[in-house]
């Protein structure tokens, strides 16, 4: 398989919720843009870097007037990764933008559908039992 690269985009979505009176922050990492590059491994860094310096998420985009520039600190990572924290007016957000290479990719495939009379069958017996969970190489 010849190196693909791509530049990855995560922004940190997150939902507060009321519960017993106290208020819950929930962040979750999501992934918001796979952009594929057309070049080797330092391409892919120079484009993750303007995305970094240049990407508005969606959080902000939605409420932005014409003219509008967030604030912006661009964090870069050891491993290559850029955090940064934007923010704008009341709104702040975090994005992460990585580098990757693809290593496989699979299409979906799926089952062929059942018969009426394999239909009624499994009604009647029950869901089939699960298959065996993944599991390392070498171990039972």
Not at 18 to 44: M, N, P, Q, S
Not at 123 to 136: D, I, N, S, V, Y
């Amino acid at each position: 398989m010849t190196a693909q690269w791509y530049v990855l985009i995560e922004e940190d979505t997150r939902m507060t919720r009321h519960i017993e009176g106290k208020e819950l922050r929930l962040h979750r990492w999501t992934l918001t843009g796979t952009h594929r590059i057309e070049g080797d491994e330092a391409r892919a860094a120079a484009v993750a870097e303007d995305a970094a310096l240049n990407y508005v998420p969606q959080v902000l985009a939605r409420h932005a007037r014409p003219g509008d520039e967030p604030a912006r600190h661009a964090f870069l990572a050891p491993d290559g990764a850029w955090v940064v924290l934007v923010r704008q007016r009341h709104r702040e957000c975090h994005i992460r933008v990585s580098t990757a290479r693809l290593m496989h990719s699979r299409e979906e495939r799926e089952a062929p559908s059942k018969t009426l009379k394999e239909k009624f069958r499994s009604a009647l017996e029950g869901p089939p039992p699960p298959g065996k969970p993944w599991a390392p190489p070498g171990r039972a």
